[in-house]
T-cell receptor
Framework: DGGITQSPKYLFRKEGQNVTLSCEQN?????MYWYRQDPGQGLRLIYY???????QKGDIAEGYSVSREKKESFPLTVTSAQKNPTAFYLC?????????????FGPGTRLTVL | AQSVAQPEDQVNVAEGNPLTVKCTYS??????LFWYVQYPNRGLQFLLK??????LVKGSYGFEAEFNKSQTSFHLKKPSALVSDSALYFC?????????????FGAGTRLTVKP
């Protein structure tokens, strides 16, 4: 059963803690993305990776970090430097990262800072 | 930089009636346009896209969208709405000249179909 998985579904963090959100895909896609979704603002790109060991910042990368050591995995770390991290986080992938490819999305992780 | 506008936060229609969810875009050059749907606490699902060719694009679940270059619009339509179509709909746009990470999403339109 192919697709994208994200874990955990819900995550609670205390202020000052770093947390890592998992994203795994078995679609053999080259490109992977992390978005942040806030009510009324649509999706905003945090980071993007077109190939293994390469990634680029999106519009709101400050306070976040990523790695792409394996093609199927693209974890996102929300650091203590991110001042307002409470949001719904979506991971996506696409076959080659070309602009005419649609993206396949995971089910999301809802992060809440206590 | 490109941008996408979805002028309606909320659209309400009765089941069986036609529905339209509006989207306008601003990009340089020829646009690549997408519609996605999101159900509560889920990721986005792809509905349809316009890359080139016919202005009327047909997609999943009976949805279609019309590309209008002069009006820079890409409205999503369905001839007969179902209660199960109730969800959040996102329009997205990019173009060949932009970087690969430069896909812009609209703020979303919440569609409610009432029985």
């Amino acid at each position: 059963d192919g697709g994208i998985t994200q874990s955990p579904k819900y995550l609670f963090r205390k202020e000052g803690q770093n947390v890592t959100l998992s994203c795994e895909q078995n679609l053999n896609h080259d490109a992977m993305y992390w978005y942040r979704q806030d009510p009324g603002q649509g999706l905003r790109l945090i980071y993007y990776s077109q190939i293994v060991n390469d990634f680029q910042k999106g519009d709101i990368a400050e306070g976040y970090s990523v790695s792409r050591e394996k093609k199927e995995s693209f974890p996102l770390t929300v650091t203590s430097a991110q001042k307002n991290p409470t949001a719904f986080y979506l991971c996506a992938s696409s076959p080659r990262g070309l602009k005419d490819n649609e993206q396949f999305f995971g089910p999301g992780t809802r992060l809440t800072v206590l | 930089a490109q941008s996408v506008a979805q002028p309606e936060d909320q659209v309400n229609v009765a089941e069986g009636n036609p529905l339209t969810v509006k989207c306008t875009y601003s990009v340089s050059g020829n646009p690549y346009l997408f519609w996605y749907v999101q159900y509560p606490n889920r990721g986005l699902q792809f509905l349809l896209k316009y890359i080139t060719g016919d202005n009327l694009v047909k997609g999943s679940y009976g949805f279609e969208a019309e590309f209008n270059k002069s009006q820079t619009s890409f409205h999503l339509k369905k001839p007969s709405a179902l209660v199960s179509d109730s969800a959040l709909y996102f329009c997205a746009a990019t173009a060949l000249i932009y970087n690969n990470n430069d896909m812009r999403f609209g703020a979303g339109t919440r569609l409610t179909v009432k029985p």
